[in-house]
């Protein structure tokens, strides 16, 4: 089993960058699929970003402004936000996804998640 810690979250005016950290235990994210989903207060959870052994992808609303990246040594993926909006506002959560299978975008495809990070960004 996987256990993932998100951090990196706060408070941030519109403009403004913050970096994201997924940090796992029990098992290492080298081979794994790992997304950050964000949930709005009133909205589903929305995918926002994953890397996997393929490539890099992201959410329309986010490309060209986060940047998803990984360091094995540390176990860890990392999400940097640039150019925040007020509408990025959301907890923040990353996921593990054990299968071989291509990148997933919904939330129940993956099998691990943390416990979710917040981002405030104000106006």
């Known amino acids: 089993q996987v256990q993932l810690v998100e951090s990196g979250g706060g408070l941030v005016q519109a403009g403004g960058s913050l970096r994201l950290s997924c940090v796992a235990s029990?098992?290492?994210?080298?081979?794994?699929?790992v997304g950050w989903f964000r949930q709005a207060p009133g909205k589903d959870r929305e995918f926002v970003a994953a890397?996997?052994?393929?490539?890099?992808y992201y959410t329309d609303s986010v490309k060209g402004r986060f940047t998803i990246s990984r360091n094995n040594a540390k176990n860890t993926v990392y999400l940097e936000m640039n150019s925040l909006k007020p509408d990025d506002t959301a907890v923040y959560f990353c996921?593990?996804?054990?299968?071989?299978?291509?990148?997933?975008?919904?939330?129940?495809?993956?099998?691990?998640w943390g416990q979710g990070t917040q981002v405030t960004v104000s106006s």
């Open positions: 996921a593990a996804d054990t299968d071989t299978g291509g990148v997933q975008t919904t939330d129940v495809a993956y099998d691990y």
């Open positions: 029990g098992r290492t994210l080298s081979s794994y699929t």
């Open positions: 890397i996997s052994w393929t490539g890099r």
